[in-house]
């Protein structure tokens, strides 16, 4: 940790000394439309990549130029097309990136005295960067969007590919998981009410602030720093229970009712209504399940595992019957790849909990009951899992891999018609650059022309 720090160190010291020999010989070295590439920010961009170990293919000072020169092409062509960032995410990305450089140098205090500038200017300079990255994916994304071979386009893309170029795929898995949360008492669930009957009574007799007591207590705690607030969302972006009370909510100053939902439950208040979309707080306390509620669950899954050993039932018709996890109860508990949209897992994409009880398992056991964490809700669930297939590693192929070759195919279709893209703007945006900084063999050679 503390090599990292003085690295980290050394790193920010030397891009604020070269920020500031810069700054008095800084000048604009390119014109793309009507934004300005300065020395400066090419300096800077170096000092990151130099420090982050990234590997600069060519001259520094021809491939960052046109690198940035490429950024300004998609942030212009989303300004035209009315794209943005998402304020919310990009805040939360910040704050993460803040806290990381923090907890690394060891203060605010130092962050400041390294970078020689408040935390509210190098916060507000990570805003902008990290605003440009998410806008420059979504405009990618836009024009890659209709890019959708057919399966007979993949096919033959895969017998123009030789066999050592393709990839070795990793031991893959398939998993059905039967998991549900331990019950909960009454007397707890009561408990729950009765603190955000509370909140309610406090927040509408004006003793106490929403957005403060959501940052206290609120147990959703991405929202809970931004004082409960989630942002614009439509109907379909939020669980229905929840949804339903939300967009009914017309008075800001009032707070709703108790919901209960799959994460526990809430009250809400009103920011402010959009057309179709909603912007509102909301705090989440969530149910405690007790050591011995833990235990009867999973003597409960014990007996279920059982059953199906001793051929009484199957693992489908158990999942069926008692999971209460909906991205699996209606698929006979397969566990869906989120990176891949298919069945199929490395043991690195798996949940934690569930890698190590499928490990030691053959194809058609069933593991012991365990308990892990459910991410989707943060929350505590009891769970038995099925090795339901694997495939040994071995180099990709359509039988196993689809997915993987049809990846493959979109990721080349997709470079080919950013390329283009950017042919054609070059042809299309005004484009400066000072004669010092043309001698360069640049990835594409129109600029300027």
């Known amino acids: 940790m503390r090599k990292q720090l003085l690295i980290l160190s050394f790193f920010l010291l030397a891009i604020f000394a070269k920020a500031q020999e810069t700054n008095i010989i800084d000048q604009v070295i390119w014109v793309v439309g009507d934004e300005a590439i300065l020395l400066s920010e090419v300096e800077e961009e170096r000092l990151r990549m130099q420090y982050e170990g990234v590997q600069v293919p060519g001259d520094p000072y021809c491939v960052i130029p046109e690198q940035i020169a490429i950024q300004r092409l998609f942030l212009h062509q989303a300004e035209l097309d009315s794209i943005y960032a998402n304020e919310l995410t990009v805040n939360h990305q910040v704050d993460m990136r803040m806290n990381y450089y923090i907890s690394q140098i060891g203060s605010k205090e130092k962050l400041e005295e390294y970078f020689r500038k408040p935390a509210s200017q190098i916060r507000e300079e990570m805003v902008e960067q990290v605003t440009n990255q998410m806008v420059i994916q979504q405009m990618r994304s836009k024009l890659t969007e209709n890019i959708k071979p057919t399966p007979a386009e993949i096919e033959r893309y895969y017998k123009t590919i030789p066999q050592d170029s393709l990839p070795t795929i990793p031991i893959q898995v398939e998993v059905q998981i039967l998991s549900f949360v331990p019950p909960v008492p009454e007397s707890e669930k009561e408990r729950i009410k009765r603190q955000l009957r509370e909140f309610t009574e406090r927040v509408n007799s004006g003793q106490a602030d929403f957005a403060m007591l959501a940052r206290l207590y ?45 994460y526990g439950y809430h009250i809400i208040q009103l920011i402010e209504k959009k057309g179709d979309r909603i912007n509102c707080r ?8 007790s050591s011995d509620d833990r235990t009867k669950a999973l003597e409960q899954l014990e007996s279920i595992r059982d059953t199906i050993i001793d051929g009484k039932g199957t693992f489908e ?9 909906k991205n699996t109860s209606k698929n006979a508990g397969n566990m869906i790849n989120l990176n891949t949209n298919s069945t199929k897992f490395e043991y690195k994409d798996l949940p934690s909990e569930v890698a190590k009880q499928i490990y030691s398992l053959k194809v058609g056991e069933i593991s012991k009951p365990f308990t892990m964490i459910d991410e989707t809700k943060n929350k505590e669930v009891c769970a038995i899992v099925k090795l339901k297939s694997q495939v040994p590693a071995h180099k990709a192929d359509l039988e196993h ?25 070059q042809k299309e945006i005004y484009v400066h650059i000072e004669p010092s900084w043309t001698g360069c063999e640049f990835q594409y050679p129109g600029w300027g022309l």
Do not use: C, Y
């Open 282 to 289: 909301h705090i989440l306390l969530k149910p405690r399940i």
């Open 401 to 425: 891999d689809f997915q993987v070759i049809k990846q493959m195919l979109e990721n080349q279709l997709s470079e080919e018609l950013i390329e283009k893209w950017i042919i054609q703007k």
């Open 317 to 325: 018709e158990a999942v069926v019957f008692f999971s209460q996890d």
């Open 218 to 262: 609120s147990e959703d705690t991405e929202s809970a720093k931004r004082g409960g607030e989630l942002g614009f969302v439509g109907r379909g972006q939020l669980v229905s229970e929840f949804a339903d009370v939300a967009f009914n909510l017309n008075d800001p100053r009032r707070v709703s009712k108790i919901v209960e939902t799959e």
